[in-house]
Each structure stands twice: as structure tokens, then as C-alpha cells.
């Protein structure tokens, strides 16, 4: 009898990869998924795989009417008893990725707290006791210096909701008697594809690049084509910047699903060299045409000594501006041990480059860039999603 991977998120960033890699390699999948609109769960799961692996070796996946953040899932009675029979392990992938909200029965809390243990219990009512668990190496919170993959609670504090929660999550799955073989995944701040540029989400380092994007639309450019920018940055400019592509994260972590060996670890998702603050804004003005920057150092200027511009600026980033200071060193030596074959991509400036293109291209979001995606996946005809086996 086929044994099926259950996954969840499948719709996220991170989940439309994963959804790729592990199809691609012929796993089969049952898939946690919310209607939307007038589309079902089966029509959603649908257009994911059209769009993402339309030639795939495995089957169409199993789609699973349900929601994390629901008693049981949401699941039906049916549907639960399938997963019983046919699911091994439990992947779990959904997460909310809003950074502010003190009421715990909504975002980040609800999705990211509440959500894994609905899952735990799902693990502890059907005898599912190998799970795969999606953290982020933010749980290590304000913590500077070095952080290794076995570190959780060092008594840190925590930039906003988001780390926390996601800090009480990893400490929920790890006490979990009911989970025999635990694997924990903990990505730094993903970006869009090394490749195409492509992202689902527009948070992190985009809004810096939406930033001056909108300047080159705002402000005169000189008799040399470019654009003065004249922000003080409270930066050196040596900042390392942990920051890693989707693609190549959804690849290392399909590798390690789909060798058990590696199973039983936490992976830090991390770049061995982070990309540097001065790096990223060399990048912005080549690409964007603008000069004015400079690095001025951490915290000498107020906001009162602000221009308006600069005011502008910093009220934009004011949600990851947290993360401005120096960023702890992420030790990765499960990761390089296990996938030594599938090093960290170049953070180059022809790489950024390429998430600026997109990003401009796509509209920060409204398109047309999807579609683009959408067209040169080779979608041709309409899979039929696949029976249960009963």
C-alpha cells in the first residue's frame, strides 16, 4: 500500500517549492488545503501542480479539505481515517508570517502556536510519530555571537510575535513524547529564487528595494540619468545579512526528507558568508541609478534630525528595522553534512539584480510576473486529482 507524506502550507512560498522538489522525486503526497473563493481544495491543489510540476513522476497528491488553525484540523471523519491508514509522516510547513499580534487567538499566534499543536494532536490521535517541522533560525531572537543547530531556549529575548511564538512552537514539538524521529528545518529570511528571481511574498528585503523603487518614480533625475538619494543609513555597512533563496532551500530540505538517515536533526537554512549591508545597497544604486546613501554608523542621529526623506524612509522599513544591527552567526554543520552537494548560491549582484527585475516586473505583488511563471511551467492539460485508496 502507498504511503503518503502529509504536508501542510503547500500554498506558501515555501510549500509551492517543496511541492516541486518532493513531486519531482516521486513522492506521494497528501496536502492540507483551504478552499478559496470559488475554488475547492482539489481545484487549488490543481492549479499548484499545473504550475509547478506538471510533469511530475509522482501522482496527483491527495488534497485534504482542512485548516491548521481548526480543532482536528477541520478535517472530515473520512478524511482522518485516511490519513490513519495511509500517512507515514506529518511535514509540517504552514506558518503565518505577520510579525505583530499580542491577542493569541489570532496571527502569529493562532497559525503558528495554535496550528502546531492542532497538528500534534492530529499526530497523537492517528499514531503519527515521525514529524518534519518548518522552525526559522529566528528563534534564536535578539541573540548575538554564535548559534548553533541544538540551541532553542537561552533564556533570549524576542523582536516581536513572530519570533516568540515561533520560539514556543519549537519548544511544543521537541516536548512532544507522542514524536519518535523529530526533524526541525530552521530557514533564515528567505528571498526569491537564485535563478528566475521568483517570489510568492514581498517581505524582509523587499520593502528596502520597493523603497527606492518608488523614489526612481518620484524624484527628478540629474543630466546623467540618475537620481539623488541623499538618506543616512544607520549602518556601517559591514552588517551581514542572513538571507537565503527559496529554491534553495525547498532543495535541501526535500534532501533531507527523502534520505531518512538525515532525519532526527535541526538544519539551520543559513549562508555560510552572509551578504554584507554594503553589498545590498551597491546592488540598489547599479541597478536603480541612484547615489546619496552613505553609512553613517549605529545610532547617531535621531529621528528629529531626520530629513523628511529620510523619515519617509525609515516609517517604510520600520518592520524590519529591528533586524538592522549586527545578525548572530548561524552555525549549519548538520546542513553541509548533509548536503554537501547543494552549496549555498552566490549573493552577488547580478543575483539581486535578478529579485529586483522580478519584483518590478511583478509589481511588488499584482502581477503580471505570475502569470509569466504560470506560462513558461508548460501547464497544458488538467489533472485529475487522485482517488483516495480505500
Known amino acids: 500500500m502507498t504511503q503518503y507524506l502529509f504536508l501542510t502550507g503547500v500554498t506558501g512560498q515555501v510549500g509551492q517549492y517543496l511541492l516541486r522538489e518532493l513531486l519531482q522525486a516521486g513522492r506521494s503526497l497528501a496536502v492540507l488545503i483551504r478552499p478559496k473563493g470559488d475554488l475547492s481544495a482539489a481545484d487549488r491543489l490543481n492549479e499548484l501542480v499545473q504550475r509547478w510540476a506538471p510533469d511530475s513522476a509522482a501522482p496527483m497528491p491527495v488534497p485534504l479539505e482542512g485548516d491548521i488553525t481548526l480543532t482536528g484540523l477541520g478535517l472530515s471523519n473520512r478524511d482522518r481515517s485516511w490519513i490513519g491508514e495511509h500517512c507515514r509522516d ?21 497559525s503558528n502556536f495554535t496550528g502546531t499543536s492542532n497538528v500534534l494532536d492530529l499526530c497523537h490521535e492517528l499514531h503519527l510519530r515521525d514529524l518534519h517541522y518548518v522552525s526559522t533560525a529566528y528563534v534564536c531572537g535578539t541573540r548575538t555571537g554564535q548559534v548553533y543547530e541544538d540551541d532553542l531556549d537561552c533564556a533570549q529575548d524576542f523582536r516581536n510575535d513572530y519570533e516568540e511564538c515561533k520560539f514556543e512552537a519549537e519548544e511544543l514539538v521537541r516536548s512532544a513524547d507522542i514524536i519518535d524521529n523529530l526533524t526541525v528545518y530552521r530557514p533564515a529570511m528567505i528571498i526569491g529564487d537564485s535563478k528566475t528571481g521568483y517570489t510568492a511574498t514581498y517581505h524582509g528585503l523587499y520593502p528596502y528595494l520597493q523603497f527606492a523603487d518608488l523614489m526612481m518614480r518620484f524624484l527628478p533625475r540629474d543630466e546623467d540619468g540618475q537620481v539623488h538619494l541623499p538618506i543616512r543609513l544607520n549602518l556601517s555597512g559591514d552588517e551581514g545579512r542572513n538571507l537565503v533563496p527559496i529554491d534553495w532551500v525547498a532543495r535541501v530540505m526535500a534532501h533531507v526528507y527523502l534520505h531518512p538517515d538525515h532525519h532526527g536533526k535541526t538544519y539551520h537554512l543559513t549562508p555560510l558568508e552572509p551578504v554584507t549591508a554594503r553589498i545590498i545597497e551597491r546592488a540598489m544604486s547599479t541597478k536603480f541609478s541612484y547615489y546619496g546613501p552613505t553609512f553613517e554608523g549605529h545610532d547617531v542621529f535621531t529621528r528629529s ?29 548538520n546542513t553541509r553534512k548533509a548536503a554537501p552537494h547543494l552549496p549555498y548560491p552566490t549573493m552577488d549582484e547580478a543575483y539581486l539584480h535578478r529579485l529586483i527585475d522580478y519584483a518590478v516586473e511583478d509589481r511588488w505583488g499584482k502581477g503580471p510576473a505570475k502569470n509569466k511563471v504560470e506560462r513558461e511551467a508548460g501547464a497544458s492539460e488538467r489533472i485529475t486529482p487522485c482517488a483516495r485508496q480505500v
Open 305 to 333: 534630525q531626520m530629513t523628511d526623506l529620510e523619515q519617509q524612509f525609515y516609517e517604510y522599513v520600520s518592520t524590519y528595522q529591528p533586524y538592522w544591527n549586527e545578525e548572530p552567526v548561524f552555525d549549519s554543520t
Open 90 to 110: 506529518v511535514m509540517h510547513n504552514a506558518a503565518s508570517l505577520t510579525f505583530y499580534g499580542g491577542d493569541r487567538d489570532k496571527d502569529p499566534w493562532l
